[in-house]
């Protein structure tokens, strides 16, 4: 069976409801190509506007985030979409929240911060690696994939695919795609980025959303900063790539909220061993 992943350029807008009706027409639209893994870019349920996350962190528990639940389970999917996530009193962390087809939600905290983020964030516990069939997925949240003991903790835990949610900007696009690449040859993965489509937060994105293989070898990129879904498909052993612009309308998913059902458990980071990222 082909394996195929998708990575999502996004333009984020600083309203949460518009952003989850978004997040629904990509994940039906990438459902529509055979996609069983949607990577989300940074914070993409909120934007980056850095004083509208932090005042609006996201529960895991929330029922507005039922819609998404909903689309995983219905469309066979898993979806990473990038939240402002509190656990209790605690100041909250910039996240990345996992959709799993079976209703289940992990959470993935940042670890590594940058610039004004500490204003309004604490760092994150980082999260567990995914099994989502034959793949292992790992998450990185930006800035963390400038530290390289966090690609190399994802591979020393069985990872297989490198999902990086980002906003890059150009003046740094280039250094740190060297580096995805780089990861993707030392460790033997294969690495997703999902970058912004448009300014968000007063930064400008680069685009160019990408997936290597685990050769390093550029699989499939998106040409600029159009939306669009950027594939890699699996197989045997050879990937193939595409890129779908999304410019046109999509049609709304048509997805069934069980109002009754009964709420699903959800993974908390859990406290990782000294020296690890990942639970």
Request: hydrophobic letters at 50%.
């Amino acid at each position: 069976m082909a394996r195929i992943i998708a990575a999502a350029q996004y333009a984020a807008a600083a309203d949460f409801p518009t952003n989850l009706e978004r997040h629904l027409r990509y994940a039906s639209a990438a459902a529509s190509l055979g996609v069983q893994l949607l990577v989300f870019p940074e914070l993409s349920l909120t934007g980056y506007q850095l004083e509208y996350a932090a005042a609006n962190p996201i529960s895991p528990h929330s029922p507005a985030l039922e819609p998404l639940r909903a689309a995983a389970r219905e469309l066979r999917i898993t979806i990473l979409a990038g939240a402002p996530v509190q656990f209790g009193s605690a100041q909250p962390s910039i996240g990345q929240l996992a959709f799993l087809p079976d209703g289940l939600v992990v959470v993935h905290t940042k670890q590594h911060l940058a610039g004004a983020e500490f204003d309004h964030f604490q760092p994150g516990r980082g999260g567990p690696v995914l099994r989502i069939g034959a793949l292992m997925v790992a998450s990185a949240i930006c800035n963390d994939i400038t530290h390289p003991e966090h690609a190399a903790s994802a591979a020393a835990h069985r990872a297989t695919i490198y999902a990086a949610s980002v906003l890059l900007r150009e003046q740094v696009y280039a250094a740190e795609t060297a580096m995805l690449a780089g990861y993707a040859r030392q460790h033997g993965m294969t690495v997703v980025l999902a970058n912004h489509a448009a300014e968000t937060g007063g930064w400008l994105p680069a685009g160019r959303s990408a997936i290597w293989d685990e050769q390093g070898a550029q699989v499939a990129q998106s040409e600029g900063t159009e939306e669009a879904l950027v594939l890699a498909r699996r197989r045997g052993r050879n990937w193939e790539g595409a890129v779908f612009p999304l410019n046109q309308p999509m049609a709304a998913p048509r997805i069934t909220i069980a109002a009754a059902e009964p709420a699903q458990p959800i993974a908390a980071p859990a406290v990782p061993a000294q020296g690890t990222l990942f639970g």
